[in-house]
């Protein structure tokens, strides 16, 4: 305020953060509207993004736009469990008055939180109220076990630099599965713990047929030679065999499928009781390789979450490195909550798939590649370990003895910036390297009411990664060959897993990606 000619500085007054209450929806809805509305002014056409963003308003808010929907979203119950949680910071004279909002909730397990809807109301900026609310999102995460906060944010600038400056790394860029095109989201990922692998395990035999897995960990079980290959100085390696009852059948799954056993509900037969096992053999593993294979062209895949930087890391190393140079890295912007697979139950973990190979067979040479990329794979954990950007995090009170280290990361922490959306280039200043991958988008499946005369169309047979654009044939009727269902939108996508035989039941006839970068930190 001015005052005769002088500048004078209103105090700010004291801060106090408290859980949410069902009478803050009518200002936490407020807030979030002004947090889109200065979004949609950074867009390239804010008068169609501002239109986009009306329409799809109230689904972003549904979580926490009524007192009923806080009471269920972020009850007492869900924080003192350690699922989810909503905080206000408040002035400590008028409590009734929020300053600035921030949720958490479970994401992948109990591993990983994802930080939400962080807004700060205009009259109390720049007074470190994010900062605060975000460290409070740490401390809860922290004290429920998490390793790492996730997040995403639409808006590809101050945002971001304030995330990086909080310690957050970035792992990818995409569109969120919303009704909302155009909107672009950037990931960040933020380690509460040190990113050391102490312990890995390696499956095979998820699915009882997918034989290549089963026969290399059969391999290492009982040959000490083979197995001398799987050990390093820092860190264990443990290998084991997932359906035990469907490989000695030669069968997928006996009662259901075990990557589809590990959820919070379980399930009923042979494979709920093996998932019960291996939760107890994973328990102390950081880093799961699950080995599978497929029906489909796919040739070497490796499979991850979108939200752990190390696999992107890993896939650069086997692309450059020469071990795998064909490579393809898909990643899967989904949790595991409602599809929880078996890397769900572990901090970290990745699927290598091979193809094509008929379910139930071998082939040696195939067999012999996929050796050489779980080696690949090892080697690299064994860099990470030892990389010493990695191990000065590791000497606990010992950082001031590498502080050029530090400060030389920190710098590069603040210079980092993600790909312009629209342009195939990648800015190189501040990336250690960046790696091409496949985002999956969704799945196209069988009609529903004919499936079994639809079939994959000539054009599509063995085409996986091929791009496919508008008008492309999918999917032909065997009854009625000028039946033909075709690729309708504009975007060109990347096909895989074409006609995989285990699909079929889900009436899937193949998935659909996007090509993307990934920054690798």
């Not at 809805?29 to 056409?45: P, Q, T, V």
């Not at 905080?87 to 004279?93: A, D, G, I, L, T």
């Not at 079980?221 to 100085?233: I, N, R, V």
């Amino acid at each position: 305020v001015r005052c005769e000619g002088w500048l004078l500085i209103a105090p700010m007054p004291e801060l106090l953060t408290r859980c949410v209450e069902g009478e803050d929806c009518e200002q936490i809805i407020a807030l979030l509207k002004f947090s889109f509305d200065n979004m949609a002014e950074e867009a390239r056409d804010p008068v169609a993004m501002k239109e986009k963003i009306g329409k799809m308003f109230p689904t972003f808010t549904a979580s926490v736009g009524t007192p009923e929907a806080l009471a269920t979203n972020y009850s007492e119950e869900k924080r003192k469990a350690g699922d989810a949680a909503f905080f206000v910071m408040v002035p400590e004279e008028d409590p009734s008055t929020i300053a600035g909002c921030c949720g958490c909730k479970r994401r992948n397990g109990p591993f990983e939180l994802e930080l939400v809807n962080l807004v700060v109301s205009p009259n109390f900026q720049r007074r470190g109220v994010a900062g605060r609310l975000v460290n409070r999102i740490f401390d809860f995460a922290r004290d429920n076990g998490y390793q790492r906060v996730f997040l995403t944010c639409a808006t590809p600038s101050a945002q971001q630099f304030y995330f990086k400056a909080m310690g957050f790394e970035p792992v990818s860029c995409w569109a969120p599965k919303t009704q909302m095109s155009g909107l672009i989201g950037y990931g960040f990922v933020k380690y509460l713990v040190a990113r050391q692998i102490r312990k890995v395990a390696i499956m095979g035999g998820t699915h009882g047929n997918e034989r290549l897995g089963v026969a290399l960990t059969s391999l290492w079980q009982q040959h000490s030679t083979s197995a001398a290959a799987l050990k390093y100085d820092s860190f264990d390696t443990v290998v084991l065999q997932g359906n035990l009852a469907a490989m000695k059948k030669n069968v997928r799954y006996c009662d259901m499928d075990l990557n589809q056993s590990f959820g919070p509900n379980g399930s009923e037969g042979v494979e709920a009781l093996r998932a019960g096992e291996l939760r107890n053999a994973l328990q102390d593993v950081d880093y799961l390789i699950d080995l599978h294979s497929s029906t489909a062209n796919m040739g070497t895949c490796l499979m991850c979450l979108a939200t752990d930087v190390i696999h992107y890391r890993l896939a650069h190393h086997l692309i450059e490195s020469g071990a795998v140079p064909d490579l393809r890295l898909l990643v899967d912007p989904n949790t595991r909550d409602l599809d929880p697979h078996v890397d769900s139950i572990v901090p970290s973990g990745i699927a290598f798939e091979v193809g094509p190979l008929s379910h139930g067979t071998i082939q040696y040479d195939m067999l012999k590649s996929l050796e050489r990329v779980v080696g690949a794979a090892l080697s690299f954990l064994q860099a990470h370990n030892t990389d010493r950007t990695i191990q000065h995090e590791l000497n606990d009170g010992k950082e001031e003895q590498d502080k050029e280290l530090i400060e030389e990361r920190r710098n590069a922490l603040k210079i980092l910036t993600f790909k312009d959306p629209e342009s195939e280039q990648m800015p190189e200043q501040g990336f250690r390297q960046k790696v091409k991958g496949y985002l999956r988008l969704g799945g196209i499946n069988y009609p529903e009411d004919d499936p079994n005369c639809w079939v994959i169309h000539p054009e599509r047979v063995g085409q996986d990664f091929v791009p496919i654009s508008q008008g492309a044939p999918l999917l032909i009727h065997i009854g009625d060959p000028t039946k033909i269902i075709r690729w309708e939108e504009e975007k060109t996508v990347f096909p895989a897993f074409i006609g995989e035989a285990a699909y079929l039941e889900r009436g899937m006839a193949m998935s659909y990606y996007e090509e993307k970068w990934f920054a690798v930190y």
